[in-house]
């Protein structure tokens, strides 16, 4: 049975730092990349990050996160980190971890599983 579970939201002041993880688990074939996804209240679904799956990954970052977000992947553990760092208040959504076979930040091509963890970023 597939699982992904998303862990690490909460509430951090413009500035500060979180690092998010998505749990995989139960694939029997490993995905090409995994990417995290954000959803702010009346806003569309908007790509943040992706990272392949293979043995020298390959990244990919939103423009508006470039140089404050960095994605990993920890093979051993079946976990794909989102740290985010210098966050602002732009930021605040529900970040969504998602399965895909395509090296991109479209929504569509992904599959979603889980609730998502809330980041809120607010003084």
């Known amino acids: 049975q597939v699982q992904v579970v998303e862990s690490g939201g909460g509430l951090v002041k413009p500035g500060g730092s979180l690092r998010l993880a998505c749990s995989l688990s139960g694939f029997t074939v490993e995905p090409y990349a995994i990417a995290w996804f954000r959803q702010a209240p009346g806003r569309e679904r908007e790509g943040v990050s992706c990272i392949t799956t293979m043995m020298s990954p390959e990244t990919l970052y939103a423009e508006s996160v470039v140089g404050r977000f960095t994605i990993s992947r920890d093979s051993a553990k079946n976990t794909v980190y989102l740290q985010m760092d210098s966050l602002k208040p732009e930021d605040a959504a529900v970040y969504y971890c998602?399965?895909?076979?395509?090296?991109?930040?479209?929504?569509?091509?992904?599959?979603?599983y889980g609730q998502g963890t809330q980041v809120t970023v607010s003084l």
């Open positions: 998602a399965t895909g076979n395509v090296f991109h930040l479209q929504s569509w091509a992904f599959d979603f």
